[in-house]
């Protein structure tokens, strides 16, 4: 099988940044993002420095040899029997949420000089409630998404013999497949889709439907894969529940919302609010909802890909969290601005997104939401023509999509 380890330039960047700083470095994303293979590597770049194999401690608690170490109390005196207190030593919890009450072990070797703590999770609970609150200030998050289209591409660069007859279209063609780091080693369709099925189910059992504690699989389902199906569609839980129960389906409006929750959750899905951009004002009214990777939509939808359009917009989504922005769909009167990106300044950066802008019926269309925006802030319009792919119409930007993406930032 071929080797499916990608160096996440990224995210490791993150954690040789934070290193011997005084705060708990957490990775958190969804199920096979990657986030132990990034810990393997930083540990090798560890040893590279000079630290020394025994100042190392790793624990997985996915692995059956760790299960003992569930025990909070005994996780506690096994690091620290394990430690040397004349010298650093780097701790790493590894799907942490697995240990009840781990919050008081974080807590209690974050306070000693000698322990550079890092952990991981794979749902939003384990960074909630008490745990935020006791260690507010005292950690720093990335959170861990799949391979982005840029690192798909630097892979079968680097692997893949044939890659210089394929275009980048060929190649986004093959990511939207899935963007999971392992499904690089795959040998075919087949192969990735069985793997696939994996995941779903892991994700849903032991994260979603085990946090929730809900019998109702087949109503939890229903939601998800409703969700998957109107990607790119801004949509309210009382719609939700109007379409179930129209089909005949008894839910209530409690029980999908906290349904989503569940789903966002475990991180299998994200969502983007809506803005209204006159005001700076969030709308409360509805929202969009985007699958961690769109590969999944083949686990759960008969016609997965009958929607490009929106598959990429997904991509889009996705790439735009990537690169640290808070996304919003924007509102200007009565036209909705696929993207309203702002970063940590709060400045604001719009993107419209389409399959194709060929006719000019369609290029009209996309450009108006863009053109009802009176500031001065940058306007993307990203689509994956080759045939006029790029130009400007009075200060919005045409680019291709796939070109964009390519991009360390824009």
């Known amino acids: 099988m071929r080797k499916s380890n990608v160096r996440r330039h990224m995210y490791l960047k993150f954690l040789h940044t934070w290193q011997n700083r005084d705060v708990i470095k957490v990775l958190s994303g969804v199920r096979r993002s990657g986030k132990s293979t990034l810990l393997s590597m930083f540990q090798k770049d560890l040893l590279e420095q000079g630290v020394k194999p025994e100042n190392i401690i790793a624990i997985n608690f ?88 840029s690192e798909f591409k630097q892979w079968h660069v680097a692997h893949n013999t044939i890659i210089q007859q394929l275009s980048n279209r060929d190649l986004y063609t093959m990511y939207t497949q899935s963007s999971f780091p392992y499904t690089l080693a795959m040998g075919n369709q087949d192969e990735t889709y069985d793997y696939l099925q994996a995941v779903y189910a892991s994700i849903m059992f032991k994260d979603v439907i085990y946090r929730l504690n809900t019998s109702d699989t087949q109503s939890l389902e229903r939601v998800a894969k409703y969700l998957a199906s109107v990607t790119g569609s801004p949509i309210s839980i009382n719609k939700i529940k109007n379409t179930f129960v129209s089909s005949g389906v008894k839910i209530s409006f409690e029980t999908v919302k906290r349904y989503i929750q569940g789903l966002q959750d475990s991180l299998l899905f994200y969502s983007a609010a809506q803005f209204k951009i006159r005001g700076r004002e969030l709308l409360q009214s509805s929202e969009k909802y985007y699958l961690v990777d769109v590969g999944l939509r083949r686990i759960m939808l008969p016609d997965a890909n009958s929607d490009q359009g929106h598959i990429l917009e997904n991509v889009i989504y996705l790439e735009l969290i990537r690169r640290g922005y808070t996304v919003y769909v924007g509102r200007v009167g009565e036209y909705e601005i696929d993207f309203v990106a702002v970063d940590t300044l709060q ?30 802030y940058p306007k993307y319009l990203l689509t994956l023509d080759t045939i006029g792919g790029e130009a400007n119409y009075d200060g919005i930007v045409k680019m291709n999509a796939l070109d964009w993406l390519l991009k360390e930032s824009a």
Do not use: C, W
């Not at 040899?65 to 996780?75: G, H, P, Q, V």
């Not at 949420?97 to 072990?105: A, Y």
């Not at 993107?351 to 009176?374: G, I």
């Open 62 to 149: 996915e692995f059956m040899e760790f299960e003992e170490l569930t025990d909070y109390r005994k996780l506690h005196d096994y690091v620290l029997s394990k430690v040397d207190k004349s010298k650093k030593n780097y701790i790493f919890l590894d799907e942490v949420q697995h240990v009840l009450h781990f919050e008081k072990v974080v807590d209690s070797l974050y306070v000693r000089d000698y322990i550079d703590l890092y952990i991981t999770g794979s749902n939003a609970f384990f960074l909630s409630g008490e745990l935020a609150t006791l260690l507010t200030g005292r950690y720093v998050e990335q959170h861990v998404l799949p391979l982005s289209f």
């Open 347 to 376: 400045n604001l950066t719009y993107y419209q997104v389409a399959l194709e802008t060929l006719s000019e019926e369609t290029l009209a269309r996309e450009l108006r939401p863009l053109q009802k925006v009176s500031d001065s």
